[in-house]
């Protein structure tokens, strides 16, 4: 396994560019551990990744 340690933007500019304007900066800067690096991503794996995140900063608002 080849992990890689990767900004959620270079994910989303690489595989789904058209969801960029629709995220935010913080978003765009969460770090993403993927377990067998980026180049084995599909853009569906990428939309997923983009959902869990944006799910992952709604709840620690939430949270605060």
Do not use: W
Request: charged share 25%.
């Amino acid at each position: 396994m080849d992990m890689q340690t990767v900004a959620l933007s270079r994910i989303v500019e690489k595989l789904v560019p058209e969801l960029v304007p629709f995220l935010t900066q913080r978003e765009l800067q969460m770090n993403i551990v993927l377990r067998d690096g980026l180049a084995v991503l599909e853009p569906e794996d990428a939309i997923e990744i983009v959902q869990h995140s944006i799910y992952e900063i709604q709840k620690q608002v939430l949270l605060h």
